[in-house]
């Protein structure tokens, strides 16, 4: 029996090294940085008061479908009519995303508030599954998934490449009216979340704006088993890399915070690790399934109080609102009701689910408290500076107080809707491609979120009623300033 099973499995490996197809690297090398990481995020130009920021969870079309409906809702939420009129979507700064929801925190990110909304017809009423393998059933299906997935990186990421990106590379996102995107992977050897952002490939002698939208995307969903892994090439380089003050000083700091460490020694080992000549990447809901970490790694590397906000914009900065979009599911499972079970299958699920929940849990909390916990140093921060600096920044002393600000984390799901609509969601799989029916239910369940979610309700609220005041006293609209460089 013990021989029968070798022989079994050699076979299988041979077959999964003859099904192999394409997992060369997303990435090519470079003998010179430029580096274009900055500290701060984009300064759109406005009056700098509200800065909306969204974080996208996982879940294939169902997640990337309720965060169009979450966006539908800001585009219609109107804030200002002085000097011009203002939708709540305009002050979208920052948005993250991991897995299906970072198909639409890029997309968002290369078109913009005006120019997103055909994301349902090119996207979430499209079968991106078209070409790819999704069965076991055939033998070759499953040597290639022994071998490492079912499908290689051309299966997802050449679909969206054809039907939605279109070619764009990272380079696309660096327009001064763009939000800053994070787009979050899993380093499945070190463990961590693999973040496309500049300080990491700055670290990989990679430049990311050659990179693909669409193969940042692919690797952010690609599923265990479904997908083999997306490789981007490590080598050890040699370039005029010069390490990031923040990670030399995370990397000799015992008091850092575990989260900040393990990313900076993921750095650091794709430097100087001689074993580490790729990155092996997949699913980013295995590390951070609502994309929320590279927000708090981007506070704990701010060498200053108000980072990632420049100065003038942490002083004109009135109302920060953080919309965590979680598309996660909660079925009811049968094996509940009786002594035996789980089977197998549904063991390893319930284990993926797990696991995946309580990522989702402690991401929101971590970004809570950091969150909190900047809300403290930026009054701190506001009050310390001198009346001359403030009038500076703002243009103006009228309306001043230091202590005006409010930073919200609150988070949207499935949980804030009612009971049949909750089990009609909760029914919807984890796929990209699903009937137009369960696309616009997840749809308008997002748009439902957000306007019927009181405290989101009550900051908007807040938002207008100062607008309304300002417009009252006829204050000149502060001059708009030059944009400043996307913080990725």
């Known amino acids: ?89 305009e002050n979208v700064r920052l948005v993250s995303g991991a897995s299906g929801g970072a198909v639409a925190a890029a997309y968002y990110g290369m078109t913009g508030p005006d120019h997103y909304r055909d994301f349902r017809e090119k996207f979430l009423y499209r079968n991106a599954e078209a070409g790819l393998r999704t069965s076991l059933l055939p033998p070759e299906n499953v040597a290639r998934a022994i071998g490492g997935g079912l499908n290689d990186r051309h299966g997802l990421s050449q679909w969206l490449d054809t039907n939605l990106f279109h070619g764009k590379t990272f380079a696309a996102l660096r327009r001064s009216d763009a939000p800053t995107v994070w787009i979050t992977a899993s380093d499945i050897y070190n463990r961590t979340p693999f973040h496309f952002t500049y300080d990491t490939f700055d670290a990989l002698c990679s430049d990311l704006d050659k990179v693909r939208l669409a193969d940042a995307v692919s690797a952010s969903a690609a599923v265990p088993v479904a997908f083999a892994p997306v490789v981007v090439s490590a080598n050890q380089k040699q370039c005029n890399y010069q390490p990031p003050q923040w990670l030399k000083d995370t990397l000799t700091n015992p008091d850092v915070s575990l989260r900040l460490n393990a990313y900076a020694r993921s750095l650091y080992a794709y430097r100087n690790d001689p074993q580490q000549h790729y990155i092996k990447l997949l699913d980013g809901a295995l590390t951070d399934n609502i994309g929320v970490t590279p927000f708090a790694l981007a506070r704990a590397a701010a060498k200053n109080p108000h980072g990632p906000l420049s100065p003038a914009e942490a002083v004109k900065l009135r109302k920060l609102i953080f919309i965590v979009a979680d598309a996660g599911t ?127 309700q009550n900051a908007i609220l807040d938002i207008q009623k100062f607008a309304d005041v300002r417009k009252s006293e006829q204050v000149s609209p502060v001059k708009r300033t030059a944009a400043l460089p996307v913080f990725h």
């Open 1 to 89: 029996m013990r021989f029968s099973i070798s022989l079994m499995s050699a076979a299988l490996l041979t077959l999964s090294a003859c099904a192999s197809k394409d997992v060369g690297p997303i990435n090519s090398h470079e003998t010179t940085i430029h580096s274009k990481r900055t500290d701060y995020i984009a300064d759109h130009g406005n009056d700098g008061s509200t800065v909306v920021a969204l974080a996208f969870s996982g879940g294939g079309t169902r997640s990337a479908a309720f965060a169009y409906g979450v966006l539908q809702a800001l585009d219609d939420i109107v804030i200002d009519e002085y000097p011009y009129k203002r939708r709540l979507i």
């Open 330 to 456: 909660e079925g009811e499972e049968p094996w509940v009701k009786t002594v035996h079970g789980p089977i197998l299958p549904e063991v390893a699920a319930a284990t993926a689910y797990t696991a995946i929940s309580a990522s989702v849990r402690d991401g929101f909390d971590a970004l809570k408290f950091a969150t909190n916990q900047w809300q403290k140093e930026l009054i701190d921060y506001r009050c310390s500076l001198p009346l001359t600096k403030v009038k500076e920044y703002r243009g103006s002393l009228q309306g001043w107080n230091c202590k005006d600000l409010s930073l919200i984390v609150e988070a949207v799901s499935f949980r804030d809707l009612d009971g049949p609509t909750q089990n009609n969601l909760n029914r919807i799989p984890t796929r990209f491609r699903l009937p137009k029916q369960q696309v616009d239910l997840a749809v308008a369940s997002g748009h439902k979120a957000v306007m019927q979610h009181e405290r989101i």
